[in-house]
């Protein structure tokens, strides 16, 4: 059974960083993505940064680019996302996600494993 567990959410105000990490047990992607999203409330789940176990490319939204980075280490079968700077508007449920497949799509349909999410708050 495949399973997803992120930490490293928290309080912080804005301006600061967090580290978030998922560590991914039952299977390795060794030939997939990793990808992080996030939902903030009454809003729909985005996608945030997604990368390749193998080789390590990397796509980000927009939004965070320059701020977040997403990383990985194979040997733990862990996914990193580095967060700096953080605002206020980042403020959301953070979700691991990976696919099996190689192409690094954003959308959260394709994704066929999550975790089940850790709070960020960034008060202003």
């Known amino acids: 059974q495949v399973q997803l567990t992120e930490s490293g959410g928290g309080l912080v105000q804005a301006g600061d960083s967090l580290r978030l990490a998922c560590v991914v047990s039952?299977?390795?992607?060794?030939?997939?993505?990793a990808g992080w999203f996030r939902q903030a409330p009454g809003k729909e789940r985005e996608f945030v940064a997604a990368?390749?176990?193998?080789?390590?490319?990397?796509v980000y939204t927009n939004s965070v680019k320059g701020r977040f980075t997403i990383s990985r280490d194979n040997a733990k079968n862990a996914v990193y996302l580095q967060m700096n700077s953080l605002e206020p508007e980042d403020t959301a449920v953070y979700y691991c996600?990976?696919?099996?497949?190689?192409?690094?799509?954003?959308?959260?349909?394709?994704?066929?494993?999550w975790g089940q999410g850790t709070q960020v708050t960034v008060s202003s």
């Open positions: 996600a990976a696919r099996t497949g190689w192409t690094l799509y954003t959308s959260t349909s394709s994704f066929d494993y």
């Open positions: 990368i390749r176990w193998s080789g390590g490319s990397t």
């Open positions: 039952g299977r390795t992607f060794s030939g997939g993505v």
